[in-house]
């Protein structure tokens, strides 16, 4: 399997989902919420999850009384996402399809792509394909809210080897290489439990701040804003992450 190709495998999210999504993250998912809508001031009712994943926000969003349509191309995800919404008998959309092919022109008032989702892709056009899509599926004055890992977060807080000890006895050591001239990084999970390792490969393109402004006015967007956080902190020398809003 080809590293470019790494997200369609879906062993790597079925392998991983316990420490990707653990209870801690879905319990984040209403305060996050909640941020969002001040930081953009929301005022609509339709909202595209670009990358739902398990639903985490999709959910929260349903049950604030949204139209709430929730996107990934992983089955093994969005069968978690169904499982959920159910769960908390919230009524969400959710469809499979790859985010350089889903376009559904002037349906949204809100598109989020958020716990750094945007930038799979070796190939940069086909970032750019993604946020013409979102601008094409919003409506006049929509919203769309990028939350990604930023370089310059990276570059300074970054560490080669980590290794965490998981509730379950697992052993999670994860491995960072920069690449590309400091446009990509390139990452190695390893599980270590029983004496078994399983490991996967995954990577994705790492954004400055001005990098993904310029990005998002090439495809677009207007009043583009920067943010060191959900919280609308600065994005300066004490951001934690790179949050992006802009304007159709």
């Known amino acids: 399997m080809q590293n470019s190709n790494w997200f369609e495998?879906?062993?790597?999210?079925?392998?991983?989902?316990?420490?990707?999504?653990?209870?801690?993250r879905f319990q984040s998912a209403?305060?996050?919420?909640?941020?969002?809508l001040t930081l953009i001031e929301f005022t609509g009712t339709d909202v595209l999850d670009?990358?739902?994943?398990?639903?985490?926000?999709?959910?929260v969003l349903a049950k604030h009384g949204c139209h709430v349509t929730g996107v990934d191309r992983s089955k093994f995800l969005l069968s978690k996402a169904a499982e959920h919404a159910n769960m908390e008998s919230a009524s969400v959309e959710f469809v499979c399809d790859d985010m350089r092919d889903f376009v559904r022109p002037d349906s949204f008032d809100l598109a989020l792509n958020?716990?750094?989702?945007?930038?799979?892709?070796?190939d940069k056009d086909d970032d750019l394909r993604v946020?013409?899509?979102?601008?094409?599926?919003?409506?006049?004055?929509?919203?769309?809210?990028?939350?990604?890992?930023?370089?310059?977060?990276?570059?300074?807080?970054?560490?080669?080897?980590?290794?965490?000890?998981?509730?379950?006895?697992?052993?999670?050591?994860?491995?960072?290489e920069i690449r590309d001239d400091w446009t990509r990084i390139r990452n190695e999970w390893i599980l270590i439990k029983d004496g078994a390792t399983n490991h996967h490969h995954f990577e994705h393109t790492l954004y400055s701040g001005e990098e993904l402004r310029n990005r998002m006015l090439q495809a677009g967007f207007s009043n583009v804003r920067l943010f060191g956080s959900l919280d609308g902190s600065p994005f300066d020398i004490n951001a934690s992450r790179l949050v992006a809003t802009g304007r159709k």
């Not at 209403?30 to 941020?35: G, M, T």
């Not at 670009?50 to 959910?59: E, I, W």
Request: glycine share 4%; hydrophobic share 40%; with cysteine.
């Open 9 to 24: 495998d879906e062993r790597f999210w079925q392998d991983f989902y316990p420490y990707m999504f653990d209870e801690k």
């Open 30 to 36: 209403p305060l996050q919420v909640e941020k969002i």
């Open 50 to 59: 670009l990358c739902c994943g398990p639903a985490r926000h999709s959910v």
């Open 114 to 122: 958020l716990f750094t989702s945007f930038g799979y892709f070796e």
């Open 131 to 176: 946020l013409q899509n979102i601008h094409t599926s919003l409506r006049k004055n929509g919203a769309l809210l990028i939350d990604v890992v930023a370089k310059e977060v990276v570059a300074k807080t970054l560490q080669p080897t980590t290794s965490q000890l998981q509730q379950d006895g697992t052993l999670l050591v994860e491995r960072h």
